[in-house]
């Protein structure tokens, strides 16, 4: 798979010429299908069907094959299947074409050797030209801003393409077209409605690069079921952060029995879903978490303009709605809007004296015999500075209500103010007369406030996501050994001394302590430490489990720390580990427990785990991923996602811990992880001592316990 | 507000006679409607319109006063307003009519003085009479079986009824129509459709224990925005669980802004949600989430017998939709059903080699060219006893496929097993097919996954909740003082002695001690307990945090203790609270820390709480709730839904703890709540040792910390 900046698939998506190679007279089949939909949505290249049993197709002459056109296409759809394809992907390599789309199956999906052998063949074929290579097992592209449509997928016949601001790529044929017809349902235009397959050259992260780049382009959805090329998709959300260009991916594979259906039919490799989570939530894309989530919000973002906040203002001519849809806010995280005194008065004025001019503002069953109640409270809602986004439910009303008032209301709203509205509406027959004028309507408060909750959560996430962009921190980074050599990367694992000292250097606080050849030493290790009672630790790189071994002591009383180094040093010996030295270290204890962790994953690189410490760590996570580099904000942002973040501002008498410290620790192992010369590949701090913000101890932080394993050969430790 | 067991009703289903109190020769006016669509609905008794200014009302004779009438009506329908409507009320009671429907508003729910005066008023009438009332601000009942159509709801115009199995009650108008068109929406026959109002004498619930005993009810669906009259929903869950008939309830107000939302509107009291969820599970009521979610498995519990389990195959011509199903199981919680060795070979015969015969099963595109692979898979996954549902997801199939014969298959699966199928299609016209053969459809994965985990999970529910209406513990409980005098109630806090010696004598073990008035009691109370260090405590019903005073000490040496006794003393008496004597304990340290509290909740009654022990049981809370009475394997659920239930089994070589003795904790606590004689009020047991399963410590559970506050006055308490 090859990554890229998105600027070089051009013939793509507005080729020249395009043959079709197996094409078919019958517009219903996946040689037809292309051929048809070329022509109907206006495509003006060369389009040169090849058969060899047909003199004319569907109206275009045809031709026996790739060597008898009038000139080399730019693009061939391969809709031919097995060898037969392969052979004809080689010679479009030989005769210069510069892109195949391989319509056929039966390749690498499968999991057969021929199949595989056969995509080899392919992909050396197309390496030696520099012909690029989309699929096999693709439904193919489509362009309906030029009318390339390379694609055979039946929705184009069901739901008649528009040219629009929407572009759909993703890996699967059938994940293309549903959101294709989602949208279209709806009303929303799409230009690029675009399905990968097996990506064994282009993927769909490198074509939405490229899309992603149009001017035109105003959202983009994904699916996905790898993120095998991440620099692509690095860009894709680099080039749509700078264009303010907002990102829907869904991402197959979220669970186990997720990720073994993935592996089964693409052979996509399992990661770990929360890094994947980790790394969209990081570049400002938004994590659809299902079909309907991919295209639910698709009409907010089309909306002039970008959300100022996140507050809701409710009203409904039900009482009940109001509790609803206050419910389902809160379930959302979406704060209701404090209205202000001033818009309060106004409402009184508006509404009837029973109503209720809080937030959720409940016109009452008045709405029947005023039907002016919507068009009057809006625009006093709309005043409000606190009000984000308002919510209107309307349960109930068919005959007796003045529904072209309400939608004319509405729509007066929508476009005089900057606030997004959303609907709750129920009933099929007045739903229709909100759409019609193009307000954003859903069947219950819940949905509603589900996908209003999506637009405004992403922009705030795109905003810290374009703050990131801004500082650097989405930069391309270069892969090192570490990736390219994957697990069978030789692992060295430093002692518990070399341990901290290595966590200094990088600017991780670690504990005080002295590391004891011979108990002759213990004084003046004393001493250096200015302590009476110390932990001491045998030290070994090929223990891991000390306590097991009674090879920790907690306050231990200076007059016997001789003798339990002694004791030790002993221990060790019985044991059969190599003695590295006996720990003396100043006994900290933290107000609370944290730790922090890193790790190399082969896919995503660094990831630095931030967490609640402790022997529950595995049993009981609370633990959150960040991947470097990162800000203090960004770790700040993820101490405050913990549950022990609860406590940690003090509660029953106790001081607030220095959250500041632990994020720039966070940083620091971070900044440790990225660097090629350390080498690290694991970093396991457990616990991290939190201290109060305004104790004796700066920093008011410190691993008191520390493993950390590095790529070998590793360059020569300056740490004992 | 009064209970009842729901048999008193009969007259507001089955009326021989009804006048209509404001009645409007419009069909579409409030006053109008009931008339119309009693005479649309096939009802059989007398209909008297009462208007003084008009002879004749939608072609009956009209009547200018109740007084006037042939006879006393059975019902009236109040459709007069404010003093009037009162007036009538007063006139209804004095001339023995059974029932009033008061479809005015402008009474309790306005919060103003006059309305809620009306109120009283219309009560006292009724009171002296035994005339019940519904309402008042109700949207009226409606019985399509008797066409006793007591409403004035526009949705009956919108969506014509159909009687059917399902019976919808809500205190809401809005949230009747609203499930009510659904419903009819989705072809499914609605018999009762009742929305109740104010509740100032009939309750939704005292209805809804009515309508649950129709045999002809198969599904109950409740709106509820206060659970004020317990008792009837107590007897409704009853009823349902005798009948096997499902109750599913949607409680408004779950969150604290809901909550202050449907105060402004009913006035209804604040509970404590997560109360409401233990109470509703506790009667295998489902709670629903939403609107849609109320009636999104309908269609699944019309369906004859029961689901046999809760493992799910999936069936795909889309790889993508087998991932992204298996994903949307997991997130509901649905485990996939493992194949058989049996399932498997039989897949691989009716599938192409490349295909998947695993779960999912992804039959390809090859469905294009062979439609009768859904024929073949669905009764061989039928036949595979670990399979208790399927969901067929077609997210592509337009021209070329023959969606008739897959509609046709998928429907014949249905009716020749037991296995109840979802299908997940997003194109409406596919859907459309299938859902015209009577299969339930939703367009995506993720809804009908949803909607069949309610399905699924909801009959586990109802079997556990069976099995307590079977062991007595749903049965009715007679109140007591501590609910009839609330807040206002006296307290008597019990010191740390009373109470640990109290929770032994109900069965919950308690730490062994010894309380000493004078340090010359020491040596005595150490020999007593057997024990060289012990824990030290001062003991005062005036002291609640004992350890900021210095009041607690742990590990005293006994040659310590006596000094330390003394000293206590000294503190108590220094800080001016009433010395009750010192507490000499054994020193218990528990694997871990649990904890058990119980309170009296004003509507609920006893709650007991169970969870994670320690300091931060308010800022990070890992509770379950628990109404008494319950069982040991209730306790036992509970405790398993805990996020401290990941360690309990022993992690990192750590033992397991004994939960059955937790468990019977409590019970026991729970037991005790119940007790009037006790007269418990608030029990705070925190932390609670946890103890080895196997250790030495029998049981292997003890209680260090306790407080007990008992309402005043109580019995003589026999502790010291």
Known sequence: MSGGTGSGLRFFHDPASVAVIGASSDPEKIGGRPIRYMRESGYTGAIYPINPTRPEIQGLPA????????????????????????????????????????????????????????????????????????????????????????????????????????????QSGAMCSIPYGLLREAGIGVRYAHATGNDIDVTAAELAAEVVADPEVKLLLLYLEDIADLDSLGAVARTALSRGVP?????????????????????????????????????????????????????????????????LAIVSNSGAVCVLAAD??????????????????????????????????????????????????????????????????????????????????????????????????????????????????????????????????????????????????????????????????????LNESQSLRLLETVGVPAVEHVLVSHPSEVTAALAALGVDRVVIKGCSSEVTHKSELGLVRVGVPADDAAAVVTEMIATMAREGVASEGVILARMVKGEHEGMLGARFDPVFGPVVVIGAGGIHVEAMPDVQLLLPPFSREDALGAIRRLRLAAVLGGVRGAPPVDLDAWADAAVALGAAMLDPALGLLEVDLNPIMLLPLNGPEHPALRAVDAVVVRAAPAPDLPYR
Chains 1, 2 share one sequence.
């Open 63 to 170: 031709y026996a094959s790739l060597d008898d056109l009038p000139q080399v296409p730019e693009v061939a759809i391969i809709a031919v299947s097995g060898a037969t394809a392969v052979a004809q992907i080689v010679r479009c390599a030989e005769l210069g074409v510069k892109g195949c789309v391989i319509m056929a199956s039966g390749f690498g999906e499968t999991g057969d050797e021929q199949g595989l052998a056969w995509q080899r063949e392919m992909l050396d074929a197309a390496a030696r030209s520099g012909m690029r290579l989309i699929g096999p097992n693709s439904q193919g592209l489509a362009n309906f801003a030029t009318g390339a449509v390379l694609s055979f997928s039946t929705l184009f016949t069901e739901q008649p393409p528009a040219d629009g601001a929407v572009a759909v790529v993703s």
């Open 328 to 493: 389902a806010a809160a379930e959302e995280g979406l704060p209701l809007a404090p209205l202000s005194a001033g818009t309060r008065a106004a409402l009184t004025d508006a509404l009837p004296s029973f109503a209720s001019v809080e937030n959720p503002v409940d016109v009452t069953a008045a709405l029947l015999t005023d039907s002016s109640l919507f068009g009057k409270v809006l625009p006093v809602l709309g005043r409000d500075a606190a009000v984000d986004a308002c919510l209107v439910g309307i349960p109930v009303a068919g005959r007796g209500y003045d529904v072209e008032r309400f939608a004319s209301d509405v729509a007066e709203f929508e476009v005089s103010t900057a606030v997004p509205v959303v609907m709750a509406v129920p009933q099929t027959s007045v739903a229709r007369v909100f759409r019609e004028r193009g307000i954003v309507v859903f069947a219950d408060e819940a949905e509603a406030v589900h996908a209003l909750a999506q637009y405004l959560r992403h922009h705030t996430l795109i905003a810290e996501a374009r703050a990131r962009l801004d500082s650097g921190c989405l930069d391309p980074r270069p892969r090192d050994r570490r990736s390219e050599a994957g697990p069978g990367l030789a692992r060295t694992a």
């Open 247 to 311: 990102v829907v991916a869904l991402k197959g594979g979220r669970s186990e029995a997720g990720q073994r259906a993935a592996a089964s039919h693409t052979g996509a490799l399992a990661t770990e879903d929360a890094v994947v989570d980790a790394f969209l939530s990081k570049h400002g894309i938004w994590r659809a978490r299902s079909t309907r989530d991919l295209v639910a919000a698709a009409a907010f973002y089309l909306r002039p303009g970008v959300p100022r906040g996140e507050r």
